[in-house]
């Protein structure tokens, strides 16, 4: 079973930038497997935000479109999350998982975007 260990988040100000990242071990396939940063906020549903397949090609919710880069090192088993011009609205546990999602999750990593 894969372990997913997030990381990076934290306080900061509207506008300001965060970089998240997630190791994934155990997970001897990685490289092969399309991976996603999911958020969930208070009240409300995880939601998929950014998604880069094994080839590296990228998607993103329109939420986050043009603020948020996805990225992945093959090398490490790690995803990256780097978010710019952050919003209160961005305010969130992230998660990192495979797409379609393991059915187990990391801890997360709180991001709060607030002055």
């Known amino acids: 079973q894969a372990q997913l260990v997030e990381s990076g988040g934290g306080l900061v100000q509207p506008g300001g930038s965060l970089r998240i990242s997630c190791a994934v071990s155990?997970?001897?396939?990685?490289?092969?497997?399309?991976m996603g940063w999911y958020r969930q906020a208070p009240g409300k549903q995880r939601e998929l935000v950014a998604r880069i397949d094994s080839g590296g090609q990228t998607t993103y919710a329109d939420s986050v479109k043009g603020r948020f880069t996805i990225s992945r090192d093959n090398a490490r088993n790690t995803v990256y999350l780097q978010m710019n011009s952050l919003k209160p609205e961005d305010t969130a546990v992230y998660y990192c998982?495979?797409?379609?999602?393991?059915?187990?999750w990391g801890q997360g990593t709180q991001v709060t975007v607030s002055s």
């Open positions: 155990a997970s001897p396939f990685f490289r092969i497997y399309p």
């Open positions: 998982n495979k797409d379609p999602p393991y059915r187990s």
